[in-house]
């Protein structure tokens, strides 16, 4: 069957539901300053520099060609996209007859209901949960909350940061800008310890992990994100290496998967393919500890596992990217590749991007998914280097992509008058050949006078003087001057 | 909160699709044909070898045995060795799989019927199959594997028949043979024990699962 179709307004989500009550990425730049300036993060982020990049580059090293590998993870994707209302339509199916549920949500806040439905007709008090990035995007554990709910995060980097009340800084390692004794003081505060030593790291794993081994064994729902969502067999695919997502998936009589639509692939081959990058490409291991699939409740002859199963299948505007300049962006994995490869990354951390998604793939989703006017400097934050699209291993033109997106912002007139009226000005010079030349000159001038630099640098430009010099000038003369003059003494 | 979930579910489903569909060339009836992937090739009279090595770069350990009748004396050992807890949980009694013979079991070792709860210090389980080209050790929930004893306990061991080796991770969902409506609730690819590196990105072992695995691998002679 072959539909027509046009989006009316009612249908595309409106501007309050796309907003997000937490959402600071609109103050980038504030927090990128403070994050600057501040010294235990960057410690933190010091400490985390280096590691992942090594890792990752020794792993690819290690396999005979990364770059076919790459291909065919890629040759999955873009056929799926190609595919994505059969193979959902395909999992659904496939799910159902392994004895499970699926639900569907358009928006986060969607998605919260119908988890607190579940959860109110189980009569769930607590709540486990293994690492979910579509949970974060909906607040989820506020939700549970301000229902009552007891919710605990078990990844130990989620764990740490819902003790610190802070959202993840990184989406593969969420406390990646605490250092072990930010760590030791949050237990000591939350846990009750005594005099006991929490010097050594392995103190505090053991510590995080006895206090959660009871939750897990308490928890009346468990809910998990899935890395894949399998069409063929009905299946949930989760990749972790603490096991706690295994746990959160087996314990409890209900668990609950969450995870957006792009996330279904065909078919247990194609998952081969995309494992084969993703733990590589996010923390140089050729597989992580636990790869599961899960695909519905008990047998009736098992002895364990939940007796519910549900997927929801949250939408919050990928839809609207099918089809779209941005389509590519669809094909992320969430490896985390290009955070730590990004040198704004790297300086500021996570956080300053002031929503769940940070790093060069989080300054596109933020945008497309909170609204371009609520986080106009994320495109911004980026050099252009291109190592994130280097590292991808998904291919995806991350660059070109937020380039698209500053398009926008100066089409939407979101960009700062300064900005604009500095770049209508300098349309208008370089029009005006005569203009600029003299413009140049009076420039070079300026440049090479270490005088009349001292004096910008002191009275005009003191912010830019904080961190560098304006550069010093002592060539024989604009570019223009010298090619003419060489030009002459070649005639001669 | 009493929210016609049914209903709900119907009218987001749609407006999914729909979206969707608007930007799909059409909406095809009929499976689309997935290109064809590439599958990397191992040496398959190395097979052994290389699953060994890759499994050991895991931070596991292995030992083989020729007969099944060793296992009790050996899961003793180890535990003798890694832990002042000998609970033992497993359902492989007399490995009905593997053999028919029952296992005599020392009375050193406390046996405790699954699932697992968190008690038990060594967990027995087998491997349906194991892939060469990332050293892991497959395992499928069943009353014989449940999945709480890959999980809840400190050490975990288990068994795998030489045989059962396989190349790549394609070679293991073909052996798998899974289709929908017979799947096993959980299929687990197992490479190493439990780990973290989310402090400090300093890795440790047993993070939530098992902190040692150790694997007794049976060879045929
Ligand atoms: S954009 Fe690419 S590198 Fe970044 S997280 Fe997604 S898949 Fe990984």
Redesign the pocket.
């Known amino acids: 069957m072959v539909m027509h179709y046009k989006p009316t307004s009612q249908e595309t989500p409106s501007d309050s539901e796309l907003k997000n009550s937490s959402h600071q990425a609109l103050f980038f730049k504030a927090q990128s300053s403070d994050a600057l300036l501040d010294e235990t993060l960057q410690e933190a982020l010091k400490k985390a520099k280096g590691g992942f990049i090594e890792k990752r580059s020794q792993a690819i090293a290690d396999v005979e060609s990364f770059d076919s590998y790459k291909q065919q993870a890629q040759l999955v994707k873009n056929h799926t996209l190609d595919h994505l209302a059969y193979y959902l339509t395909q999992f659904e199916e496939n799910v159902v007859k392994n004895g499970g549920h699926v639900h569907w949500a358009s928006t986060p806040e969607q998605l919260n209901n119908i988890i607190l439905h579940i959860c109110e007709r189980r009569d769930a008090k607590f709540v486990t949960k293994g690492k979910s990035m579509i949970s974060e995007e909906a607040n989820l554990n506020e939700a549970l909350e301000a229902a009552g709910i007891d919710v605990t995060e078990t990844d130990l980097g989620e764990y740490i940061i819902q003790l610190a009340k802070e959202p993840p800084s990184h989406?593969i390692v969420p406390a990646i800008h605490k250092t072990r004794q930010q760590v030791e003081a949050l237990f000591r505060e939350t846990h009750d310890l005594g005099e006991r030593d929490l010097d050594k790291i392995s103190a505090l794993v053991d510590e995080a992990r006895l206090q959660l081994r009871q939750k897990f064994l308490d928890a009346d729902v468990g809910i998990t994100g899935a890395n894949m969502l399998i069409a063929d067999t009905g299946s949930a695919m989760l990749v972790t290496n603490e096991g706690n997502g295994d746990l959160t998936a087996t314990l409890p009589k209900v668990h609950i998967v969450t995870a957006s639509i792009e996330k279904v692939i065909p078919d247990l081959e194609s998952a081969s393919a995309i494992l084969r990058v993703l733990a590589r490409?996010?923390t140089g291991q050729p597989i992580t500890s636990y790869t599961s699939l899960f695909s519905g409740p008990r047998d009736i002859e098992d002895l364990d596992g939940p007796d519910e199963f549900h997927v929801i299948l949250l939408d919050n505007q990928r839809s609207q990217m099918l089809g779209s300049p941005f389509e590519e962006?669809l094909?992320?994995?969430?490896?985390?590749?290009?955070?730590n490869?990004c040198p704004v990354y790297s300086a500021v951390g996570g956080h300053a991007y002031g929503w769940v998604y940070p790093?060069?793939?989080g300054s596109?989703l933020t945008p497309l998914m909170t609204g371009l006017k609520q986080s106009s400097d994320l495109p911004n934050a980026s050099t252009f280097c291109g190592r994130?699209e280097e590292?991808?291993?998904?291919?995806?033109p991350?660059p070109e992509l937020l380039r698209q997106l500053r398009n926008r912002e100066h089409e939407e007139h979101l960009t700062p008058w300064k900005t604009r009226f500095s770049l209508q000005s300098f349309m208008w010079t370089i029009q005006h050949p005569r203009l600029f030349h003299w413009l140049t000159k009076m420039t070079r001038l300026i440049l090479s006078n270490s005088t009349l630099t001292h004096f910008f640098e002191k009275h005009l430009f003191t912010s830019w003087y904080n961190s560098k010099e304006l550069p010093k000038n002592h060539s024989k003369g604009t570019f223009m001057e010298q090619y003419k003059q060489n030009s002459k003494q070649k005639k001669k | 909160m009493s929210i016609n979930l049914n209903r709900f579910n119907r009218v987001n489903r749609k407006k999914i699709f729909n979206r969707i569909e608007r930007t799909q060339k059409a909406a095809i009836p009929q499976a689309p044909k997935r290109p064809p992937l590439l599958h990397p090739q191992l040496d398959i009279s190395a097979l052994t070898d290389i699953f060994l090595s890759k499994f050991s770069a895991s931070s596991s350990t292995f030992q083989s045995i020729d007969c099944l009748s060793l296992v009790p004396q050996l899961v003793l050992q180890y535990a003798e060795k890694h832990s002042a807890n000998k609970t033992l949980v497993t359902n492989l009694h007399s490995i009905l799989t593997l053999d028919e013979t029952p296992l005599d079991w020392p009375e050193t070792l406390s046996l405790s019927p699954p699932p697992a709860t968190g008690n038990e210090a060594i967990g027995l389980s087998y491997a349906t199959t194991a892939i060469a080209e990332t050293g892991s050790l497959v395992l499928t929930s069943s009353e014989k594997n449940p999945t709480t004893v890959n999980f809840l306990t400190d050490h975990h061991i288990i068994i795998l028949n030489e045989q059962d080796i396989v190349p790549n991770i394609e070679s293991m969902w073909e052996r798998l043979s899974l289709s929908a409506g017979n799947m096993p609730r959980a299929v687990n690819i197992i490479t190493g024990p439990s780990r973290t590196a989310d402090i400090e990105q300093t890795i440790q072992l047993g993070a939530h699962g098992p902190r040692s695995l150790h694997l007794l691998l049976l060879t045929q002679r």
């Open positions: 989406i490409s996010a962006m094909k992320c994995i969430k490896c985390g590749a290009c955070l490869h790093g060069p793939m596109v994130c590292v991808c291993p998904m291919g995806i991350l």
